[in-house]
């Protein structure tokens, strides 16, 4: 009989013991070459019930990644927020007790102050949350740096709005040029043809009474006539004289030639008699209106046209809908659908924004939305008051 002092001999491993702890072995290998060579940041972070954290676990990447070796994060957690920029860090501490609550995976991006680089970087986060028997939480995820694609982003944003600034210049030179175009045939073709209309009309009491002769007379009385209606309408196509009585007499205008020209019913409807804008502005919302009704007439297989421009608080809103066979999203993705993108760029230049839904009963409705500016006594007190 063993003396009750005497140590128990440790047990043998067996060989499935032995198999257990070299599969664990090779997996935790396994598992380490996959992090180290993950690019980002592998870790563990833990918000606990009495509002501490800790990050039991960092891979290599941490240093990389935040200038912080996983020692120094590890025995001060609280690092890790006090390198998110102020303005970074509510959105931060938001997403965090988001999750917490739904228990749902934790999605934040946000920029980083990393003093070791004295730079700026744009991180990610992708964390999936497990409740603790403490009442806190445990999240398995990993940061990456995403500084390269949101610069790129932000240079393409960059790029757009200068696009975009182009295209509004570049429309208003055009309309700019259209007016003066409009003006000068207007004023001296119309003026010229209203002259050589008058000298015939004194010629012809003296010419000849001569059959043929006074047939060529009327010919060229009947080709000044056309002519001078072209000139009206050319002028009217580069620039309608209505604009000049504001932007409501401008659309019932064209929803009347619309309604002449197609033989599509128009009904246009304004709550107020006239609405002040910029010229500029009901340059480009009548040229708006023109471009859909452009493209009813040659798309929609519509039968009736109702059109309503009203105002909306500090907005005004400009809806067209028809009662056509409607607009499929092929039909917006189309490669030349330039139409549509012209009204959405013109609308864009306005600060506003256009819309394409399916309008009741069949049909598309397009609506467009700008702000409408400050009345000029508003303006000047603010900027007398500034």
């Not at 935790?28 to 060579?37: E, G, K, P, S, T």
């Not at 009442?135 to 982003?153: F, R």
């Not at 182009?166 to 007016?179: F, G, S």
């Not at 598309?364 to 007398?384: D, H």
């Amino acid at each position: 009989m063993s003396h009750p002092d005497t140590p128990l001999p440790s047990p043998v491993p067996t060989a499935a013991m032995q198999a257990d702890q070299a599969a664990l072995i090779d997996y935790q290998a396994c598992f380490n070459a996959v992090v180290n060579h993950t690019p980002g940041l592998v870790y563990q972070f833990v918000l606990h019930a009495d509002g501490s954290t800790a990050f039991p676990y960092l891979s290599e990447g941490c240093a990389a990644l935040l200038g912080l070796s996983v020692a120094e994060l590890q025995q001060d957690p609280a690092r890790f927020p006090q390198l998110i920029l102020a303005e970074d860090r509510k959105r931060y501490e938001e997403t965090m007790h988001a999750s917490k609550s739904a228990l749902e995976g934790w999605n934040w991006e946000g920029r980083l102050w990393i003093e070791a680089w004295r730079d700026v970087k744009w991180i990610s986060l992708r964390a999936t949350p497990a409740p603790l028997a403490d009442g806190g939480v445990q999240w398995d995820g990993i940061m990456t740096n995403v500084t390269a694609s949101k610069l790129e982003q932000e240079e393409a944003r960059r790029s757009r709005a200068r696009l975009a600034e182009l295209t509004a210049h570049i429309e208003q030179v055009k309309e700019q040029e259209r007016t003066r175009i409009a003006r000068e045939i207007h004023d001296d073709l119309g003026g010229n043809l209203t002259a050589i209309k008058m000298a015939l009309a004194m010629l012809v009491p003296r010419l000849p009474d001569d059959a043929s002769l006074q047939e060529r007379v009327a010919y060229l009385d009947h080709l000044v006539d056309r002519t001078i209606e072209a000139v009206h309408r050319i002028s009217l196509d580069l620039r309608p004289s209505t604009l000049d009585l504001g932007i409501v007499a401008a659309l019932e205008w064209q929803a009347r030639e619309f309604e002449k020209q197609s033989g599509i019913a128009c009904i246009f409807r304004s709550f107020d008699a006239d609405i002040a804008l910029e010229q500029d502005h009901a340059s480009a919302l009548f040229r708006i209106f023109q471009e859909a009704l452009t493209n009813i007439a040659k798309h929609a297989g519509a039968t009736r046209v109702k059109v309503s421009l009203r105002r909306q608080r500090q907005h005004l809103i400009l809806s067209i809908c028809d009662n056509g066979r409607g607009i499929t999203p092929a039909d917006r993705l189309k490669p030349q659908s330039f139409g549509l993108r012209g009204m959405s760029e013109r609308a864009t230049a306005l600060g506003g924004t256009m819309t394409l839904s399916a309008a009741p009963g069949g049909g598309t409705m397009v609506t467009v939305k700008i702000r409408l500016a400050a009345p000029a006594a508003a303006r000047n007190t603010e900027s007398t008051e500034a």
